[in-house]
């Protein structure tokens, strides 16, 4: 079993900056990918980034150049850094495993942007 919290959610102005972290406790292991994914209201939950073991990166071309995934092995913490917000860039973030074939998730934490 994997277990993620994610945490540093919040309401910030347009152009402003957040950082978004998640624990994993349990089975994880710095060979898993991890990522982060949204979901805005009324829409499906979509990829935003996504890194792994082998410290390959992925993004949805709407954050590149504004968003960075990193991860410390060490602390099992992926972090989401995001710049330059936009009121589109609001939803809930859901931070995600893959652990011996199965997806984990965590319960989610709401970005709002907006002035």
């Known amino acids: 079993q994997v277990q993620l919290v994610e945490s540093g959610g919040g309401l910030v102005q347009p152009g402003g900056s957040l950082r978004l972290s998640c624990a994993a406790s349990?089975?994880?292991?710095?060979?898993?990918?991890m990522g982060w994914y949204r979901q805005a209201p009324g829409k499906q939950r979509d990829l935003v980034a996504t890194?792994?073991?082998?410290?390959?990166?992925n993004y949805v071309d709407s954050v590149k150049g504004r968003f960075t995934i990193s991860r410390d092995n060490a602390k099992n913490t992926i972090y989401l850094q995001m710049n330059s917000l936009k009121p589109e860039d609001t939803a809930v973030y859901y931070c995600?495993?893959?652990?011996?074939?199965?997806?984990?998730w965590g319960q989610g934490t709401q970005v709002t942007v907006s002035s």
């Open positions: 995600n495993a893959i652990h011996r074939f199965r997806a984990y």
């Open positions: 349990g089975s994880i292991s710095s060979s898993d990918p």
């Open positions: 890194i792994n073991s082998g410290g390959n990166i």
